[in-house]
DNA sequence: TTGTAGGCGTTATCAC
DNA sequence: GTGATAACGCCTACAA
C-alpha cells in the first residue's frame, strides 16, 4: 500500500512553466491520498463503487489541496458539458424577463448552466448557430424562427433541441403557445361584447408569434361577417404602439371601436398616446387589448386587457422536456399552453361567440 | 508528399461503436486534406504561418467533412474557454433586462459567450460560484454583492472578474454607478424645488444598491437642516411600492411632499396608487421620484423624474474592460459613470444646492 | 512552412 | 473495489 509520502511520480514537483500556476489535478490528489488517480475520478462521479475508506481519504485530500473537477476535460470524454445554449430574440427578453430567469433557474435546479444568445434580429440566426456547434453544448432551447435547413442540422448532429414559444411542426420539440387560438378568441369575445370596427397593430414582419396573432383576429373576424379591420405597422415596442395610435388617428375620420396590439407594449403605447395626446377614455371611447400578460399590464394605470402567456409554467415544462431529451430520446412532443384570458378594463369582453 | 488515398491510420475507418455517431475530428480532415494533423490545427489558429495552398487544402477538406473545431478540447489545451459567467441578481434582470440583451451582444462581438447564473436574492452567491469553478470559464461578471472571501477566491484562482453596478473596494476591477452621490444630487434638486416634508422608499435589505441611494438622500436631507424623512419598507417591485403608498398615508396625518422611492418600479407603484385609491394629483398633490431609468419611467402616463442609469454605456464599459483583462491584467482600475437627472413631470427639480 | 511527439485533465475499459 | 492504460480532440514546442 502507498505510503502518504510516496513521491509526485506523475508530476512535477511545482509550477510547470505554463503561464498562470499549476492546476491542481486529480493526479496530485491521488498522491496526497495515496490511492490511484482512479479512484479519485470514481469518488467525483455520483453512483460509482467505492469503498467508504477510499472515499473519505479521497475527499480529504480533495478538500486539503481545493481541488475541484476540470469540466472541460470531463467533457470531452463524456461529450456531455452540462451546458444548455438558451437562444433568445432580443425583444423576447425585453418583453419578457422572466424567462431568462426562469430558466436559467430551472436548469441550475438540474445541474444546468445556460449559455445565452441573444438575437437583435430574429434572422441573425446563422452566425449564432455557427459559434454553438464549437461549443459543446447538450443541446439548445430556441426562441427564435428556425427554418427547416436549420432544424436539419441540429438533427444531422444529433443535438437535442426545442423551440420555445414558436410554431413547430410534428417532428420537432416544442414548448409553445397557441396564438393563432387565443387570438381567435379574444377576437370573438371582443366582438361579442359590441365591438364592431376594429384595428390592428402588428408585429415586426419577421415575428411568427406576431403574424399567428394578427391572422387569428382577422380569420375570425372574416368569418363573424365583420367589416375589414384597419391594420397599421407596429414592431411590438412602446414608440410604434404610440405610432400606430397617431396613424389610426390620422387614417380613419371615425375612430375605430377597439384597437388590438399584438403586444402589450404596443397597447401601452396606444394607450397613454390616446389618453394624453387625444384626451381619450379607455375604453369609453375606445377599447384597446394587448397580448402577453406583461408585468406591466397589470399596473393600476392600464389594468389592460390581453392574453397572458403562462410563462413561468411555459420555462417549467420546457427544462423538464429538455431534461427528458437528455435522458434518453423519446419521440419528439409537442407541450402546448393557451395564453389564459385577462379580463381588465380597457376593453370589454361579450362570452365567446 | 501524401496522397488523398492515404490510409487513416490514426483513426477505425468508421463509427468507433461509441454512442451516437463518431465526430468529425481535426485528424479527419488532415487525412482528407493529405496534411498532418496540425497543419489544420494551425489553419483554424487566427495568426499561424500556413501556405495559402495548404489553408485552401484544409479548408476545402473541413468543409466537406463539415468539421468543426471541439471547443473542450481546445480549452483544455489554451486554458481559455471563450465562456463568461456573467451572475445576476435576478432582480437586476427584470428592472434592467437591458444588462443581459448588451452585455451578450458585446461579448458575443469579442467573440465569447456569456454563461448565465441567476440569483434569487444576492445572498445565494456562495453555491453559485462553487458551480463557477468546474466550468472553465474565463473569468466574470458580477452584479451581486460579492464578500471579502469571495473576492479573496476569486484571485486565488487567478480568475480574472469585474463588480457591476455594485460598490467595490480599490482592489478590485469595476464598472459602477455612483448612486450615493446621485442620491445627494437628487435630494438637493427636491429641497430646492421647496419639497421640505419627505418620504422615502427603500430597496431590499441585502441589495447595497438600495441602502446606498437612501443614505445619500438622508445625509443630505439632514445637511440641508430638513426634518427626518419618514422611511417605508419596499422590495423593488410595483406591490411594494403599491404598500408603501398606502402606508405613507396611514401613517403621516399630513401627506408628504415628495415620495423619494429607491427605484423606478416603486415610484409607479406609488404613483398609481395615489392615483386610482386616493385620488391624488402626481405631482400637484404628491411628488414622487424614482431611480433607475427604465423603460416605463419614460412611458407618457408617468413621465417620471428619476436618475437614469446609463446601462447601455456600462454594460460597454464592461466588455471593453473584460476583453482587457484578458489580453493582459493591468492595475485593478474602476469605471465610474453617473446617473443622469431625468427631469420628468413627476415632481419639480430645483437648482442644485 | 511542415510534420512529429508530448501533453492538457478527465473518463472508460479491463484485468486484477 | 482498485489500478494501469487507452482514449477524448486539440495545441504547441521542436525538429526537419
Not at 505554463?18 to 469518488?43: E, I, K, L, M, P
Request: net charge positive; with cysteine.
Amino acid at each position: 500500500m502507498p505510503t502518504l509520502t510516496a513521491p509526485a511520480i506523475h508530476l512535477p514537483p511545482d509550477d510547470s512553466g505554463r503561464r498562470g500556476t499549476r492546476r491542481v489535478t486529480s493526479y496530485d490528489v491521488a498522491n496526497v491520498a495515496g490511492v490511484s488517480q482512479s479512484a479519485v475520478s470514481r469518488c467525483f462521479k455520483p453512483g460509482a463503487s467505492v469503498s467508504k475508506a477510499t472515499y473519505q481519504r479521497v475527499m480529504q485530500a480533495a478538500r486539503e489541496l481545493d481541488y475541484i473537477p476540470n469540466a472541460a476535460a470531463r467533457s470531452l470524454c463524456t461529450r456531455r458539458s452540462n451546458l444548455v445554449a438558451v437562444i433568445l430574440w432580443e425583444q423576447a427578453i425585453l418583453s419578457h424577463p422572466g424567462i431568462v430567469t426562469e430558466l436559467t433557474q430551472q436548469f441550475a435546479r438540474r445541474g444546468m448552466r445556460a449559455v445565452l444568445f441573444t438575437l437583435a434580429s430574429e434572422a441573425d440566426i446563422d452566425g449564432t448557430l455557427a459559434a454553438l456547434w464549437q461549443h459543446q453544448v447538450d443541446g439548445a432551447i430556441v426562441a427564435a424562427r428556425l427554418g427547416e435547413a436549420h432544424i436539419a442540422e441540429f438533427t444531422r448532429r444529433a443535438l437535442p433541441f426545442l423551440l420555445f414559444n414558436r410554431p413547430a411542426g410534428h417532428e420537432v420539440n416544442a414548448v409553445a403557445c397557441d396564438h393563432y387560438a387565443a387570438a381567435r378568441t379574444l377576437a370573438a369575445r371582443l366582438a361579442s361584447a359590441g365591438h364592431k370596427r376594429f384595428a390592428l397593430v402588428s408585429g415586426p414582419a419577421d415575428s411568427s408569434v406576431a403574424q399567428e396573432r394578427l391572422r387569428g383576429v382577422c380569420e375570425r373576424l372574416a368569418e363573424l361577417g365583420l367589416p375589414r379591420p384597419l391594420v397599421v405597422a407596429g414592431n411590438f415596442d412602446y414608440a410604434s404602439g404610440a405610432r400606430a395610435m397617431r396613424e389610426i388617428r390620422a387614417r380613419s375620420e371615425a375612430l375605430p371601436d377597439v384597437v388590438v396590439c399584438t403586444n402589450d407594449m404596443m397597447a401601452i403605447g396606444c394607450i397613454d398616446t390616446a389618453r394624453t395626446e387625444f384626451g381619450l377614455s379607455v375604453p369609453c371611447d375606445l377599447s384597446v387589448t394587448g397580448f402577453d400578460g406583461s408585468a406591466s399590464s397589470g399596473w393600476l394605470s392600464y389594468n389592460l386587457t390581453t392574453m397572458r402567456l403562462p410563462i413561468a409554467e411555459m420555462a417549467l415544462a420546457a427544462a423538464e422536456m429538455f431534461a427528458g431529451l437528455m435522458a434518453g430520446g423519446a419521440a419528439p412532443q409537442q407541450r402546448l399552453f393557451s395564453p389564459v384570458v385577462v379580463d381588465g378594463t380597457t376593453a370589454r369582453l361579450g362570452p365567446a361567440a
